[in-house]
């Protein structure tokens, strides 16, 4: 059953404690995205990749690191910069160059994660 | 700067009644725009594109590039339409930056 797996799907941390979010796909797509949504502010972009090992900043990428080691993982790393962490983190995955052929982007379910 | 802007936070309607939902945007070059919806509970999906011209589920959208609009409609609403919707941009640099508005939900009532 191919998709986009997120995980965990809610999570607590501690104020000061760096956590890292999984995304894995086995759709075979090159291109992966990460976003936060907060209410009343859509869906932001903090980082996205094109490729294997590349991976570029998006709008709010402070606090956040991210690694693109293989083409099926694109894990997050919220870490204890991140002055409002507290929010849903939205993976998503694509063809290259996919959107301007036609192709679709494919959003995974979600983490929920909460500092305490 | 690459931008979208969705000035309404909820729209409620009865059902039956027309739907537009805004969507504007700001890029210097040739975007290309999408809207996605989320329903209650689910993944976000993709509703339609401007390049296919398509229309989905009774929604249409036209690409105003002289307005910079891309608004969603569907001349009568349904309860099942009820969902968060978002209108997306991606620029033409082919850099893969696929931008989100704000979203807006939408409340279709019986």
């Known amino acids: 059953d191919g998709g986009i797996t997120q995980s965990p799907k809610y999570l607590f941390r501690k104020e000061g404690q760096n956590v890292t979010l999984s995304c894995e796909q086995n759709?075979?797509?090159?291109?992966m995205y990460w976003y936060r949504q907060d209410p009343g502010q859509g869906l932001r972009l903090i980082y996205y990749s094109q490729i294997v090992n590349d991976f570029q900043k998006g709008d709010i990428a402070e606090g956040y690191s991210v690694s693109r080691e293989k083409k099926e993982s694109f894990p997050l790393t919220v870490t204890s910069a991140q002055k409002n962490p507290t929010a849903f983190y939205l993976c998503?995955?694509?063809?290259?160059?996919?959107?301007?052929?036609?192709?679709?982007?494919?959003f995974g379910e979600g983490s929920w994660l909460t500092v305490v | 700067a690459q931008r979208v802007t969705q000035p309404e936070k909820l729209l409620s309607v009865f059902k039956g009644a027309p739907v537009e939902l805004k969507c504007n945007y700001s890029y210097s070059g040739s975007p290309e725009l999408f809207w996605y919806v989320q329903y209650s509970r689910q993944r976000l999906q993709l509703l339609l594109r401007h390049i296919s011209r398509e229309s989905i589920k009774g929604f249409t959208a036209d690409l105003n590039k002289g307005e910079t609009s891309f608004h969603l409609k569907k001349p009568f609403a349904q309860e099942e339409d009820s969902a968060m919707y978002y209108c997306?941009?991606?620029?033409?640099?082919?850099?893969?930056?696929?931008?989100f508005g704000q979203g807006t939900t939408l409340q279709v009532k019986p």
């Open positions: 998503a995955s694509t063809t290259p160059q996919p959107l301007r052929s036609g192709n679709t982007i494919y």
């Open positions: 997306a941009l991606l620029g033409s640099s082919n850099t893969g930056k696929l931008i």
């Open positions: 759709l075979n797509h090159d291109a």
